[in-house]
């Protein structure tokens, strides 16, 4: 079952019109990937699917309850990460029980009686990703989640991407880690220029890399 359709999605920009009759279908319970080029669109089309942007016309209907992780991570950094989970917990509604599952999971659990001030880009990043998790809800849209950060975490972020899956979660992600895609995706849709090159199951690419695809329909 699809829990995400776009038809015919038409938004034009001031500087660019770019998406045109474009369609989109996300099946429920996988991880799948959107990839392209820098200006493609990925990040317009996630801010389109959670209503921060409003499309001009066409269909967007999402099937259940969404969060998303931004690119740029929105933390108090003069608070304790701890203190940050539980600020959010009071803006977003959730309860503060069982997110040590995540946070150890993702190796920060030790972490969250420091100030955020005092952490690196990957631990930043691994807080924003535990608040949205903490916020359960069926859809996750992960933009960049992996940008910044060093090889540990990005294994840590792709452990806890593949228990949210078992979860019964539905995973939204946006990457130019086509690596890392590859290992955590079950399909992929590609965009260039606002327009869909492609949608494949990671298991159908058979013997060509992703870096192969992206390379070979990028210079089309």
Do not use: C, W
Request: cysteine-free; hydrophobic content about 35%; overall charge neutral.
């Amino acid at each position: 079952m699809n829990i995400i359709e776009v038809k015919n999605l038409s938004k034009n920009f001031k500087e660019k019109n770019l998406f045109n009759d474009f369609d989109l279908e996300v099946e429920e319970n996988t991880v799948h990937a959107i990839i392209g080029p820098n200006g493609s669109g990925k990040t317009s089309l996630l801010r389109i699917l959670t209503g921060l942007y409003k499309k001009d016309s066409g269909e967007v209907i999402v099937k259940g309850k969404y969060a998303m992780l931004l690119e740029n991570d929105y933390l108090y950094e003069d608070k304790t990460g701890f203190e940050n989970i539980k600020l959010y917990g009071l803006y977003f509604g959730y309860e503060l029980k069982n997110y040590e599952k995540y946070s150890d999971l993702l190796e920060i659990t030790k972490d969250l009686t420091r100030k955020v001030s005092t952490y690196s880009k990957g631990m930043k990043r691994k807080l924003s990703l535990l608040v949205i998790v903490m916020m359960n809800r069926q859809i996750i849209f992960l933009d960049e989640a992996t940008s910044g950060v060093d090889p540990i975490s990005r294994v840590e972020i792709r452990k806890l991407i593949k228990l949210l899956k078992t979860e019964g979660k539905t995973i939204v992600i946006t990457s130019h880690d086509l690596d890392e895609i590859e290992k955590v995706a079950d399909r992929v849709s590609m965009l260039k220029n606002g327009k869909l090159l492609f949608t494949k199951k990671i298991s159908e690419i058979g013997g060509e890399s992703l870096e192969e695809l992206f390379i070979e329909e990028g210079i089309k």
